[in-house]
Protein backbone atom coordinates (compact mmCIF):
# COMPACT_ATOMS: atom_id res chain seq x y z
CA UNK A 1 0.00 0.00 0.00
CA UNK A 2 2.67 2.29 0.72
CA UNK A 3 4.53 2.19 -2.36
CA UNK A 4 1.02 1.78 -4.72
CA UNK A 5 0.44 5.37 -2.37
CA UNK A 6 4.30 6.39 -3.73
CA UNK A 7 3.83 5.44 -6.91
CA UNK A 8 0.06 7.71 -7.36
CA UNK A 9 1.90 10.65 -5.70
CA UNK A 10 5.25 10.39 -7.77
CA UNK A 11 2.79 10.08 -11.01
CA UNK A 12 0.77 13.24 -10.36
CA UNK A 13 3.57 15.62 -9.66
CA UNK A 14 4.96 14.31 -13.50
CA UNK A 15 2.00 14.74 -14.67
CA UNK A 16 1.82 18.19 -13.45
CA UNK A 17 5.04 18.59 -14.77
CA UNK A 18 4.29 17.30 -18.53
CA UNK A 19 0.90 19.22 -18.59
CA UNK A 20 2.25 22.71 -17.35
CA UNK A 21 5.27 22.18 -19.96
CA UNK A 22 3.19 21.71 -22.46
CA UNK A 23 0.67 24.01 -21.64
CA UNK A 24 3.26 26.71 -22.07
CA UNK A 25 4.76 25.42 -25.21
CA UNK A 26 1.12 25.85 -26.97
CA UNK A 27 0.33 29.10 -25.44
CA UNK A 28 4.01 30.80 -26.70
CA UNK A 29 3.39 29.33 -30.19
CA UNK A 30 -0.08 30.55 -29.94
CA UNK A 31 0.98 33.40 -28.91
CA UNK A 32 4.00 34.19 -31.50
CA UNK A 33 1.48 34.64 -34.22
CA UNK A 34 0.39 38.13 -32.98
CA UNK A 35 3.81 39.66 -32.29
CA UNK A 36 5.10 41.73 -34.75
CA UNK A 37 8.72 41.61 -36.65
CA UNK A 38 9.18 37.78 -35.84
CA UNK A 39 12.25 37.11 -36.39
CA UNK A 40 13.04 34.62 -39.78
CA UNK A 41 16.03 31.70 -39.29
CA UNK A 42 16.38 27.96 -40.23
CA UNK A 43 15.39 25.73 -37.74
CA UNK A 44 18.98 24.40 -37.65
CA UNK A 45 20.30 27.56 -36.85
CA UNK A 46 17.40 28.28 -34.33
CA UNK A 47 17.49 24.54 -32.49
CA UNK A 48 21.46 25.33 -32.13
CA UNK A 49 21.34 28.74 -30.73
CA UNK A 50 18.76 27.20 -28.14
CA UNK A 51 20.99 24.62 -27.61
CA UNK A 52 23.98 26.71 -26.65
CA UNK A 53 22.15 29.30 -24.61
CA UNK A 54 20.62 26.28 -22.77
CA UNK A 55 23.76 24.31 -22.26
CA UNK A 56 25.47 27.54 -20.77
CA UNK A 57 22.62 28.23 -18.50
CA UNK A 58 22.61 24.42 -17.21
CA UNK A 59 26.22 25.19 -16.28
CA UNK A 60 25.61 28.76 -14.47
CA UNK A 61 22.81 26.76 -12.90
CA UNK A 62 24.98 24.07 -11.74
CA UNK A 63 27.11 27.01 -10.00
CA UNK A 64 24.43 28.39 -7.65
CA UNK A 65 25.12 29.25 -4.24
CA UNK A 66 22.85 29.42 -1.01
CA UNK A 67 22.37 33.16 0.75
CA UNK A 68 21.97 32.06 4.13
CA UNK A 69 21.15 35.21 5.43
CA UNK A 70 17.91 35.53 3.24
CA UNK A 71 17.07 31.64 3.27
CA UNK A 72 17.52 27.77 4.10
CA UNK A 73 19.90 26.56 2.20
CA UNK A 74 18.17 24.19 -0.16
CA UNK A 75 16.97 27.60 -1.73
CA UNK A 76 20.04 28.88 -3.92
CA UNK A 77 20.45 31.81 -6.08
CA UNK A 78 21.74 31.12 -9.87
CA UNK A 79 22.11 33.17 -12.90
CA UNK A 80 21.02 30.53 -15.06
CA UNK A 81 17.78 32.87 -16.34
CA UNK A 82 20.68 35.13 -18.12
CA UNK A 83 21.04 33.08 -20.92
CA UNK A 84 17.74 31.87 -21.54
CA UNK A 85 16.55 35.63 -21.62
CA UNK A 86 19.37 36.23 -24.24
CA UNK A 87 17.78 33.84 -25.74
CA UNK A 88 14.30 34.66 -25.58
CA UNK A 89 15.12 38.23 -27.00
CA UNK A 90 16.42 37.14 -30.09
CA UNK A 91 13.93 34.27 -30.86
CA UNK A 92 11.12 34.78 -28.77
CA UNK A 93 9.05 33.14 -26.61
CA UNK A 94 8.85 29.43 -27.45
CA UNK A 95 12.59 29.43 -27.91
CA UNK A 96 12.94 30.60 -24.00
CA UNK A 97 10.39 27.77 -22.93
CA UNK A 98 12.67 25.39 -24.80
CA UNK A 99 15.63 26.69 -23.15
CA UNK A 100 14.18 26.26 -20.04
CA UNK A 101 13.50 23.12 -20.62
CA UNK A 102 16.95 22.08 -22.22
CA UNK A 103 18.51 23.40 -19.15
CA UNK A 104 16.93 21.22 -16.72
CA UNK A 105 17.19 18.43 -18.38
CA UNK A 106 21.12 19.35 -18.71
CA UNK A 107 21.63 19.95 -14.91
CA UNK A 108 20.18 16.79 -14.27
CA UNK A 109 22.54 14.87 -16.46
CA UNK A 110 25.34 16.86 -15.04
CA UNK A 111 24.13 16.82 -11.27
CA UNK A 112 20.99 14.79 -10.76
CA UNK A 113 18.36 16.18 -8.23
CA UNK A 114 18.86 17.18 -4.40
CA UNK A 115 14.90 18.41 -3.80
CA UNK A 116 12.94 14.90 -5.20
CA UNK A 117 12.66 16.90 -8.63
CA UNK A 118 10.56 19.61 -7.11
CA UNK A 119 13.16 22.37 -7.19
CA UNK A 120 14.23 21.46 -10.29
CA UNK A 121 10.49 21.77 -11.24
CA UNK A 122 9.97 25.26 -9.00
CA UNK A 123 13.44 26.75 -11.03
CA UNK A 124 11.76 25.84 -14.55
CA UNK A 125 8.33 27.04 -13.56
CA UNK A 126 9.46 30.30 -11.45
CA UNK A 127 11.86 30.80 -14.29
CA UNK A 128 9.69 30.67 -17.19
CA UNK A 129 7.19 33.33 -14.63
CA UNK A 130 10.41 36.16 -15.23
CA UNK A 131 11.56 35.39 -18.63
CA UNK A 132 8.24 35.36 -20.38
CA UNK A 133 6.71 38.37 -19.73
CA UNK A 134 10.35 40.07 -20.39
CA UNK A 135 10.57 38.57 -23.75
CA UNK A 136 6.88 39.18 -24.89
CA UNK A 137 6.85 42.62 -23.94
CA UNK A 138 10.56 42.74 -25.96
CA UNK A 139 9.29 41.33 -28.94
CA UNK A 140 6.17 43.50 -29.07
CA UNK A 141 8.42 46.62 -29.45
CA UNK A 142 12.23 45.75 -29.48
CA UNK A 143 13.08 49.01 -27.97
CA UNK A 144 15.02 50.02 -24.58
CA UNK A 145 11.90 51.45 -23.24
CA UNK A 146 10.22 47.74 -23.57
CA UNK A 147 12.84 46.12 -22.57
CA UNK A 148 13.12 47.69 -19.03
CA UNK A 149 9.13 47.49 -18.80
CA UNK A 150 9.48 43.96 -19.65
CA UNK A 151 12.26 43.11 -17.28
CA UNK A 152 10.60 45.01 -14.34
CA UNK A 153 7.25 42.99 -15.15
CA UNK A 154 9.27 39.78 -15.07
CA UNK A 155 10.53 40.41 -12.18
CA UNK A 156 7.41 41.60 -10.12
CA UNK A 157 5.65 37.88 -11.96
CA UNK A 158 8.65 36.15 -10.43
CA UNK A 159 8.34 37.63 -6.84
CA UNK A 160 4.79 37.25 -6.68
CA UNK A 161 4.22 34.49 -8.43
CA UNK A 162 7.01 32.64 -7.05
CA UNK A 163 6.05 33.42 -3.81
CA UNK A 164 2.43 32.45 -4.22
CA UNK A 165 3.59 29.06 -6.10
CA UNK A 166 5.99 28.32 -3.06
CA UNK A 167 3.46 28.36 -0.66
CA UNK A 168 0.32 26.80 -2.77
CA UNK A 169 2.18 24.02 -4.21
CA UNK A 170 5.80 23.70 -3.95
CA UNK A 171 6.46 23.41 -0.60
CA UNK A 172 3.83 20.81 0.37
CA UNK A 173 5.04 18.67 -2.38
CA UNK A 174 8.74 19.08 -1.77
CA UNK A 175 7.54 17.80 2.16
CA UNK A 176 5.49 15.20 0.87
CA UNK A 177 8.20 13.49 -1.79
CA UNK A 178 11.13 14.33 0.08
CA UNK A 179 9.92 13.48 3.42
CA UNK A 180 10.44 16.63 5.49
CA UNK A 181 7.70 17.66 7.26
CA UNK A 182 6.33 21.12 7.28
CA UNK A 183 7.15 22.10 11.01
CA UNK A 184 11.02 21.38 10.13
CA UNK A 185 10.87 23.78 6.95
CA UNK A 186 9.49 26.30 8.63
CA UNK A 187 11.93 26.35 11.41
CA UNK A 188 14.58 26.34 9.33
CA UNK A 189 13.10 29.81 8.34
CA UNK A 190 12.91 30.99 11.38
CA UNK A 191 16.33 30.15 12.49
CA UNK A 192 16.96 33.19 9.95
CA UNK A 193 14.43 35.14 10.62
CA UNK A 194 12.54 35.03 14.38
CA UNK A 195 9.61 36.16 12.31
CA UNK A 196 8.78 33.61 10.39
CA UNK A 197 6.03 31.09 12.23
CA UNK A 198 3.82 30.14 9.34
CA UNK A 199 4.12 29.00 5.71
CA UNK A 200 3.37 32.95 4.98
CA UNK A 201 5.56 34.26 6.85
CA UNK A 202 8.39 31.53 5.26
CA UNK A 203 7.59 32.70 1.82
CA UNK A 204 7.09 36.69 2.49
CA UNK A 205 10.63 36.54 4.73
CA UNK A 206 12.84 34.18 3.10
CA UNK A 207 11.38 33.34 -0.86
CA UNK A 208 10.12 36.48 -2.15
CA UNK A 209 13.30 38.70 -1.08
CA UNK A 210 15.36 35.76 -2.57
CA UNK A 211 13.30 36.09 -5.83
CA UNK A 212 13.88 39.69 -6.31
CA UNK A 213 17.24 39.55 -5.82
CA UNK A 214 17.57 37.40 -8.46
CA UNK A 215 15.39 39.19 -11.05
CA UNK A 216 17.01 42.15 -10.51
CA UNK A 217 20.82 41.02 -10.75
CA UNK A 218 19.79 39.29 -13.86
CA UNK A 219 17.59 42.20 -15.40
CA UNK A 220 20.64 44.01 -15.11
CA UNK A 221 22.86 41.78 -16.46
CA UNK A 222 20.58 41.25 -19.43
CA UNK A 223 20.50 45.02 -19.93
CA UNK A 224 24.48 44.95 -20.09
CA UNK A 225 25.21 42.14 -22.00
CA UNK A 226 22.57 41.74 -24.75
CA UNK A 227 23.54 43.83 -27.14
CA UNK A 228 26.74 43.42 -26.85
CA UNK A 229 27.03 39.58 -27.09
CA UNK A 230 24.45 39.30 -29.89
CA UNK A 231 26.81 39.65 -32.55
CA UNK A 232 28.98 36.93 -30.82
CA UNK A 233 26.61 34.43 -29.74
CA UNK A 234 24.27 34.21 -32.61
CA UNK A 235 25.56 35.16 -35.71
CA UNK A 236 26.69 32.05 -35.97
Partial sequence: MELWKALQENLSFVLVVVGIIALLLLACHFLERFLPSRR????????????????????????????????????????????????????????????????????????????????????????????????????????????????????LCLTVFGSAFNALYLLPKFSQLFGLPMEVIISMGSAIHSSVSNVTTFVLLCVAPLNLLKGISVSVLTLLLYKRVEKILFHI
Avoid: Q, W
Fill in 40 to 155: RISSARRVSIVGICAAIAAVLHILDFPLLFLAPEFYKLDFSELPVLLCGFYLGPSASVACEGVKILLKLLLKGTSTAFVGDFANFVVGCSFVLPAVIMYHVRKTRTFAYLGLAVGT
